[in-house]
């Protein structure tokens, strides 16, 4: 299983990016892939997710109704539609799966914990100026 994600950037508050996560390695429609962030200093914290079989899609509270999470099954690629961003959103972003077994005892859990994912990218940067 092998992730890479692009996108991040330095923006205005305001401003949008849009990350990309190309999967390979493995059968991508039968993997959730998840967005998680980690600030300087604090936890890191669970995003976003979409289960690719059927579309199914998570947000934290603090993202609702700015990002979106979206997959482009032909290249593998899941993408975080991050609009009105905010200086606290400012964090690394890392993206990461688990197969299809494992998202059916996941699917049901009030947020995303880190300790459920077991395949992770490198993250990318996502710095927001006030």
């Known amino acids: 299983v092998q992730l890479v994600e692009s996108g991040g950037g330095l923006v205005q508050a305001g401003g949008s990016l849009r990350l990309s996560c190309v999967a390979s390695?493995?059968?991508?429609?039968?993997?959730?892939i998840a967005w998680f962030r980690q600030a300087p200093g604090k936890a890191r914290e669970g995003v976003s997710s979409?289960?690719?079989?059927?579309?199914?899609?998570y947000y934290a509270d603090s993202v609702k109704g700015r990002f979106t999470i979206s997959s482009d099954n032909a290249k593998n690629t899941v993408y975080l539609q991050m609009n009105s961003l905010k200086p606290e959103d400012t964090a690394d972003y890392y993206c990461a799966a688990v197969d299809g077994s494992k998202w059916y005892l996941l699917r049901f859990k009030a947020r995303l914990d880190q300790a459920d994912w077991g395949s992770w990218g490198q993250g990318t940067q996502v710095t927001v100026s006030s």
């Open positions: 390695g493995f059968r991508f429609d039968d993997y959730a």
């Open positions: 979409i289960y690719i079989s059927d579309g199914r899609t």
